[in-house]
């Protein structure tokens, strides 16, 4: 079975400073993809960055950067030059091998309050 | 584009009422899922769908129904409803290859007293 750990509940940074959010996952799976989604208090998911299992580079999508340790399996996301506006709730998600389906298994998130 | 619409936003229902939750993408999307999302909690998927006339269970199933008649559209029926289903309910698609990015709607938000 696939499981996504998240294991901060809440995390503060100073606006302007970088931040890691961690993400631990697991499975049996050779081939699957991790996945960043950000939810504002106002409720939509909003997808960040997708890292593949099999993509040798990390990802990187403007501030967004996806540290990426199989070894460890882990996915961390890392923002940099936080905003007041990176205020949110960030889910960590794997799609793990040719699940029917491509379903996602979500961890339960991460609260980051941005400070000015 | 309007993505993925879920209707209604906000609904309270009465312990053993019924009501469906509606949803359509306009992106061509095989794939459609619904998930529930408790309060401080991840996602659970409840159903999905990966193409008309093709549904099964998720994780959390117990209370709901689904159906898939066309590609567009993916309601979910909830039976009898029950106070441990008050939740925020996404409803979300994706293509059938690649990265898979789900797209999600706004959010249905659900309270049963």
């Known amino acids: 079975a696939q499981k996504i750990t998240q294991t901060q509940p809440g995390m503060f940074v100073q606006e302007k400073e970088a931040v890691t959010l961690d993400c631990t996952y697991d499975?049996?799976?050779?081939?699957?993809?991790l996945f960043w989604y950000k939810q504002p208090s106002s409720g939509e998911m909003i997808f960040l960055i997708y890292?593949?299992?099999?993509?040798?580079q990390n990802a990187t999508e403007g501030r967004y950067s996806l540290n990426f340790q199989k070894a460890r399996k882990s996915a961390n996301l890392v923002i940099s030059a936080s905003q007041l506006g990176d205020s949110a709730m960030y889910f960590c998600?794997?799609?793990?091998?040719?699940?029917?389906?491509?379903?996602?298994?979500f961890g339960a998130g991460t609260i980051l309050r941005v400070k000015s | 584009n309007a993505g993925v619409t879920q209707t209604p936003k906000f609904r309270i229902l009465k312990i053993g009422q019924s009501m469906t939750l509606q949803c359509a993408q306009d992106m061509n999307h095989n794939y459609m899922y619904w998930y529930r999302q408790d309060p401080g909690m991840g996602l659970k998927l409840i159903y999905y769908s990966v193409g008309a006339g093709i549904t099964d269970k998720g994780e959390v199933p117990n209370g709901y129904n689904v159906s898939r008649s066309t590609t567009e559209d993916f309601p979910l029926r909830l039976e009898l409803a029950a106070p441990s289903q008050t939740s925020v309910y996404f409803c979300?698609?994706?293509?059938?290859?690649?990265?898979?990015?789900?797209?999600f709607g706004a959010g249905s938000r659900l309270t049963v007293l």
């Open positions: 998600a794997m799609r793990a091998g040719a699940v029917y389906g491509n379903k996602l298994v």
């Open positions: 890292q593949g299992s099999y993509d040798e």
């Open positions: 979300a698609s994706s293509l059938s290859s690649g990265a898979n990015v789900l797209t």
């Open positions: 499975t049996s799976d050779q081939s699957y993809g």
